[in-house]
């Protein structure tokens, strides 16, 4: 008698994501899914998409979403979980919103250790408005605003926001991890689980970044894109855990 | 009591219980108030956010997870809102955002203005959305227009302002309050997101790409701000049933005007004033009946001039509508503003009449 | 040559897959191909083989195409 192994995830709505062959987005959201309800969260979450191509994130995830201005979600998920502390409130953000326009929300909701979880979707690129450079575009790597590759002396440097959340002293629980593999996705897994139980004992702010392939917009192959984020993005953002006030905690 | 305590004291009995705010002069007061006062309610939370864009958008989810909700600022900082704002009324989520206008543009000064008077009524964020602007002239008004700013918050699913200058946070006069209200007898609000315990989820959004559906909301929202629009509109008409010019000011600049239309009514001027309470939706009705007696009208602000177009739209032309305005943060003296009236009143021969 | 008890398989929903080829890059065991037929939406989706040829090609539920795949396509099952 087969046991079926693998299933659709009850806080997934039943939809066709409409995510590029080989997007990150599609694995994280599964993954967010599959947490939620283990952990048995589901009836007390809400979540803040951002603007991106995870805009439209609350067609698929089955809990309450409330939409935030580019780059506010921390700010908006601060307001949420001031008013309902025992919900458990995430937002679901790119390198754009959190670390661009968003990055005077996002450190100082980690500061003040707002009992919030942030899921930071890194791809170093925007993707929704067409492959221009993100605060975490590579030095070298070509977008539409940085044809001929980014130039630390007119584009700076990537930007480590999560070593920098990781300084703050509210921040919890930062790490990063990516979704390259089934390796790296089951550590991811492990990682989002841990950001959620952070918040669910009231820790204080926790993150987790997750270095995700962007194929269209990177021109790769789904398969070569996940091997650019194993190659080439982890020697800037490394995989590894940035702070946690709870090593125990699993 | 200071009038940037009196909105803070009626926020808090009108049920308010989140606030969020970033100092500016000259509303600190306010902000300060709301701290201590947040910090001994059990259910009120208090926010000194990053700036005032933070703020605001903390407002956008403690809306969303339903309490009454409120951001004060002053005009440098209400530009930073702007995004916040198109934001609460897409959304049709209910708060209350303070302005207490100082002189601008840009940095400017702390002194009184009236110059956001535009940005206050004609959006300022995107989109097309109207904003309720309530204008209060006393302490005892500020004390009852907060709390129906909360009340047409709720009631309308949309953002309400209040629209103040430094003199006025800074009076100081007697104050009634109403009891506060019993938070649990406020109507239930089933769309605010708060878990999807028992139910199915919920989401709050504005974004609709179909350019159908998005044309749809539109259209339902200008159903709401045309109701809106027959139903609060409110005005103080002062000495204008036998008026010839009548002054139209609001806030301060209508206190400085009265001061100067009992001067003139001393001397045997027929003048008379219109205050403005709601400047959006404007008291079209009013101005237009009082056109059919009120040949003049003139229009006072501490401003360049741009309430003088509502008035000028709302008349269509049935009368004079003339200007006078001092920016910057220059409060005239009600002799100063008689001088003009006289002037005005007999170069137009209204002793004739 | 003595009939061997498969340990696992997997099915692959030929409409939600959208080709990427990620459970191909994956499988230990080299069982999953691209289609030659083109779905609906216009991709070549990824296809179990069923038939393994030897001992060391035969699917054991490890589900790592599954992990892998972003649409959910995959459902894996253990005898």
Known sequence: MATKVFEWPRYLKKAVFHYCPGCGHSIIHRLVAEVIDEL???ERCIGVPPAGCAVLAYNYFDVDMGEAPHGRGAAVATGIKRVLPDRIVFTYQGDGDIAAI???????????????????????????????????????????????????????????????????????????????????????????????????AGLGFSLVEILSPCPTNWKLSPVDAVKWVDESMTRYFPLKVIKDLAPDLK | MRGSHVIG??????????????????????????????????????????????????????????????????????????????????????????????????????APSQGDYFQATRGGGHGDYRTIVLAPASGQELADITRKAFDYADTYRTPVMILGDGMIGQMMEPVVFPEPLDLKKLPPKPWILDGAKGRPSRIIRSLLLDVSVEEDQNWKLVRKYEQITREIPAAEKYLTDDARLVVVAYGTAARIAKGAIKRMRDIGLKVGLLRPITLWPFPNRILVEMSRWVRHFLVYEMSTGQMVEDVR?????????????RPGGVVSTPEELSKVINTLYHRQNLQEE | ??????????????????????????????????????????????????????????????????????????EVYRE
């Open chain 2, 313 to 325: 739209l709302g008349l269509e032309g049935r009368s004079q509508v003339h200007f006078y305005g």
């Open chain 3, 1 to 74: 040559m003595a009939k061997k008890e498969k340990t696992g398989r997997i099915t692959i929903d030929r409409e939600l897959c959208k080709g990427c080829q990620l459970c191909i890059s994956v499988c230990p065991k080299h069982l999953i191909v691209v289609s030659d037929r083109l779905n609906q939406k216009g991709y070549y989706p990824a296809e179990f083989t069923e038939n393994e040829t030897t001992e060391d090609r035969q699917c054991t539920a490890c589900a790592m195409c599954a992990t892998i795949c972003p649409d959910l396509a995959i």
């Open chain 1, 102 to 200: 968003g990055t005077a929300e996002t450190i100082h909701a980690a500061n003040r250790g707002e009992n919030v979880t942030v899921i930071f979707v890194n791809n170093g690129v925007y993707g929704m408005t067409g492959g221009q450079m993100a605060p975490t575009t590579l030095i070298g790597q070509n977008s539409t605003t940085t044809p001929g590759g980014r130039d630390i002396r007119r584009d700076g440097a990537p930007l480590n926001l999560s070593e920098m959340l990781g300084i703050a002293n509210g921040s919890a629980y930062i790490e990063r991890t990516a979704v390259s593999s089934p390796k790296t996705i089951r550590h991811t897994k492990k990682a989002l689980t841990k950001a959620f139980k952070v918040q669910m």
């Open chain 1, 40 to 42: 048995g969260i589901g």
């Open chain 2, 9 to 110: 004291e009626a926020a808090v009995r009108a049920g308010c219980r989140f606030y969020a705010g970033y100092p500016i002069t000259p509303q600190n007061e306010l902000t300060e108030y709301m701290a201590g006062a947040m910090a001994r309610l059990e259910d009120g939370t208090f926010i000194q956010a990053e700036s005032e864009l933070a703020a605001v958008n903390m407002v956008i989810g403690a809306a969303m997870a339903g309490a009454r909700a409120m951001t004060s600022s002053s005009s440098p900082g209400v530009s930073l809102k702007q995004e916040g704002i198109s934001y609460l009324a897409a959304q049709e989520l209910p708060a209350v955002i303070v302005n207490t206008m100082r002189g601008g543009p840009g940095l400017g000064n702390i």
